[in-house]
């Protein structure tokens, strides 16, 4: 079966800090997305990347960027924390051929003090 | 991308069987319906997935009228360990462009009790 990992389970950061959360997955899936999850506010699609070096925004971007140099990895940075960006970060990926069927990771939950 | 209704709460008991209904009133031809799963603290997990009629898996079934305005996700016999959030989701299933999203809502919180 396909396993997402994410680098981290729980993080806790300062405002104004530079993270980086990273995502592997290891079935050779095209497309790879983040997204934020919030009390009452569902899942929230942040960015997703089709393909290597291919990224396109999702639903909100702001305060966020990612990078896909490799196929298997996909890194969400948070160039400046902010306490606003505390929430559960969920990486997932998907095969082209099932366009549904998303594969998550555990997920990051990011403490911004 | 078609718009989902789904409660946003079930009570149930142990043994029992638990049918959650979404409406989709705007689903496309190509769209297809998916349901996934979320335990607390982890991610979503795929369940299962339909286009009309009725679908059956090992953990789950998922009916499908004639005119799909709507689907049923049928637990049978909930354990304890089935509590959980369950999305419904609708959208294309393998045409359409690798940029297709998945638009999670906030899902149904299915809480099971002994």
């Known amino acids: 079966d396909v396993k997402v990992t994410q680098s981290s389970r729980y993080l806790v950061k300062r405002t104004g800090e530079k993270v980086f959360l990273e995502c592997v997955q290891d079935?050779?899936?095209?497309?790879m997305f983040w997204y934020r999850q919030d009390p009452g506010l569902g899942l929230r699609l942040i960015y997703f990347?089709?393909?290597?070096?291919?990224?396109e925004k999702g639903d909100i971007p702001e305060g966020y960027s990612v990078s896909r140099e490799k196929k298997e990895r996909f890194s969400l940075i948070l160039e400046s924390a902010s306490t606003n960006q505390t929430s559960m970060y969920l990486c997932?990926?998907?095969?082209?051929?099932?366009?549904?069927?998303?594969?998550f990771g555990p997920g990051t939950r990011l403490t911004v003090l | 991308l078609a718009k989902t209704t789904q409660p946003i709460s079930m009570d149930s008991y142990e043994g029992q069987e638990v049918n959650i209904t979404c409406s989709h009133n705007?689903?496309?031809?190509?769209?297809?319906i998916t349901w996934y799963q979320q335990f607390p603290s982890q991610g979503p997990r795929f369940i299962i997935q339909?286009?009309?009629t009725k679908v059956t898996n090992e953990v789950a079934s998922l009916f499908i009228p004639a005119d799909r305005k709507s689907s049923t996700l049928s637990l049978p016999r909930v354990s304890l360990s089935d509590t959980a959030v369950y999305y419904c989701?609708?959208?294309?299933?393998?045409?359409?462009?690798?940029?297709?999203?998945?638009?999670f809502g906030t899902g149904t919180l299915l809480a099971v009790q002994p």
């Open positions: 079935m050779d899936h095209e497309n």
């Open positions: 990347s089709y393909d290597v070096k291919m990224k």
């Open positions: 705007n689903i496309a031809t190509n769209d297809y």
């Open positions: 997932a990926s998907r095969a082209v051929e099932r366009l549904q069927k998303q594969f």
């Open positions: 339909g286009y009309k």
């Open positions: 989701l609708v959208g294309e299933g393998s045409v359409g462009g690798a940029t297709n999203k998945l638009i």
